[in-house]
């Protein structure tokens, strides 16, 4: 454990070991911090935070700290932090609203400088945050979503697994999974096939879901008309299922 003389760190925090902290730092009494985690100069860490084993936190972040919520009332909330995440310089991570609940961040995501995780947001695994993009609250990212740069994501929205956001895009609707966006407000413009490729997904696969994609966007049914579609000429291979249970489940609606 490396910690500088200078950091200002409660004696009730629970610091594991090889933990480093730089100068200037603040971790407050109900914060953890996992094991081989680095914490940069002039960090913030606050509330009742949880932060997982092997992390990398740059100058400035600010983690755990009252919500930008007026409904909040000083109750118990949480920031639960998982494993291997980047987060780079001034991002800013808020503590949840109601009582008991948890803002979310799963393993090996990667936050830019100035990204913003609002209050209740739930990221999961291998998302990519590019610089000054924002969620507000309850908003979920699931895994390996990518936001380009001065993305903004409505509050309760949803950016579904190994889509893509367009820079300065503006996401008021849900983000199907595997598709690009852009556009203000948002449009979906295709199937992400680099990012289906750089994931491994099958080319059997990926035309199963091209097709399914032309049925949503392109043939002039509305959405109820283009899944049963879906569902009745296209083989229900996992992620087919999915993008149809997705959608489904929508309670904003999806972005056309």
């Known amino acids: 454990m490396t910690i500088h003389d200078t950091a200002v760190i409660s004696p009730n925090a629970k610091i594991s070991e090889g933990v480093r902290i730089g100068p200037w730092s603040v971790i407050g009494e109900n914060v953890k911090i996992g094991k081989n985690t680095e914490i940069a100069s002039n960090v913030v860490i606050n509330g009742w935070t ?110 579904g697994r190994l889509a893509m956001a367009g820079g300065l895009s503006k996401v008021v609707k849900d983000i199907p999974p595997f598709a690009r966006a852009d556009g203000h407000p948002t449009r979906i413009y295709g199937l992400n096939t680099i990012g289906l490729t750089r994931n491994n997904i099958s080319t059997p696969v990926i035309e199963k879901l091209k097709k399914a994609y032309k049925i949503l966007f392109r043939s002039g049914m509305n959405t109820t008309q283009a899944l049963k579609k879906i569902e009745e000429e296209i083989p229900l291979v996992d992620e087919i299922q999915y993008l149809i249970n997705f959608i489904r489940e929508s309670d904003r609606g999806i972005c056309k």
Do not use: W
């Not at 100035?114 to 507000?136: E, I, P, Q, R």
């Open 50 to 159: 949880s932060i997982g084993k092997n992390n990398k936190i740059s100058p400035g972040a600010v983690i755990g700290t009252v919500p930008q919520d007026v409904k909040y009332d000083g109750a118990r909330t949480y920031v639960k932090i998982g494993n291997g995440n980047i987060i780079r310089e001034y991002v800013t991570i808020n503590r949840a609203t109601e009582p008991e609940t948890a803002t979310v961040v799963g393993d090996n995501n990667f936050f830019m400088a100035y990204t913003h995780v609002a209050h209740n947001c739930k990221v999961c695994n291998g998302v990519t945050m590019v610089n000054f993009s924002g969620l507000s609250g309850h908003s979920v990212l699931e895994d390996g979503c990518v936001l380009a740069g001065m993305v903004g994501i409505h509050q309760g929205a949803r950016v």
